[in-house]
């Protein structure tokens, strides 16, 4: 079964600096990995994806994140943050079988942007 | 795209009433998906259908919860005899699945909040 692992349920950092968020991955085949973030009382968008090629990943609001496998890791960054940063982000990896994009989450990291 | 719409946005109801959730994906998205999301936790797989065939159940979904999509476009979540334990928000996503395999682009809805007093 697949598998992913958020490190630090909250992370809050100043606006304008690095955001680093870590996520590690659990899976026995080539996993295809997802960046979801959520604002309050609303559902999820996605930020960026890996499935093949191209490790560096852009996303949408300035994120990237970096698929390593060596590592078994899919840390989103950014490097400034801005106040409408603050939000839910969840890591998430997708199930292989044919046909069915079912998504397995972490649990969640909180970002706080400090004035 | 009009995006993933959901409906009601919000419910609260008694212990033991039954409920249920509407979801609109997005036009021509032949996948849907229902996750449950509890407070402080990511969302966790219900349910999946291909059109209109419901191909995959969690082992959450226990025998209170019934999912349909009849013609494979807007799908409900019913939940029977509600417990508080249920009290969560249902997000319901669409996809594609123009491309085969995973990889495909899952877009969320806004969720549906239920509060079992």
């Known amino acids: 079964a697949q598998s992913v692992t958020q490190l630090g349920s909250h992370v809050s950092v100043s606006e304008g600096a690095l955001v680093l968020l870590r996520c590690n991955y659990s899976?026995?085949?080539?996993?295809?990995l997802f960046w979801y973030v959520q604002y309050p009382n609303q559902g999820l968008q996605l930020l960026l994806k890996?499935?093949?090629?191209?490790?560096l990943v852009k996303g949408i609001n300035g994120f990237e994140a970096e698929f390593k496998k060596s590592e078994t890791s899919f840390h989103l960054t950014k490097p400034s943050a801005h106040m409408s940063d603050a939000a839910e982000y969840f890591c998430?990896?997708?199930?292989?079988?044919?046909?069915?994009?079912?998504?397995?989450f972490g649990t969640g990291t909180r970002l706080t942007i400090i004035p | 795209d009009t995006g993933v719409s959901q409906d009601p946005r919000h419910k609260i109801t008694k212990r033991g009433q039954n409920v249920t959730f509407r979801c609109d994906p997005i036009?021509?998205?032949?996948?849907l998906y229902w996750y449950r999301q509890t407070l402080g936790q990511g969302p966790e797989f219900l349910t999946y259908?291909?059109?209109?065939?419901?191909?995959?159940k969690s082992r959450l979904l226990s025998d209170r919860f019934s999912a349909e999509r009849p013609k494979g476009s807007f799908s409900t979540l019913e939940i029977q005899r509600t417990e508080q334990g249920d009290s969560a928000m249902y997000l319901c996503?669409?996809?594609?699945?123009?491309?085969?395999?995973?990889?495909?682009?899952?877009?969320f809805g806004e969720g549906s909040w239920l509060t079992v007093v």
């Open positions: 996503a669409s996809s594609a699945g123009r491309t085969s395999g995973p990889g495909n682009t899952i877009y």
């Open positions: 899976s026995s085949v080539p996993p295809y």
């Open positions: 890996y499935t093949t090629g191209a490790t």
């Open positions: 998430a990896v997708s199930d292989i079988n044919f046909g069915n994009e079912k998504l397995t």
């Open positions: 036009s021509e998205h032949n996948r």
């Open positions: 259908f291909q059109n209109e065939a419901q191909l995959e």
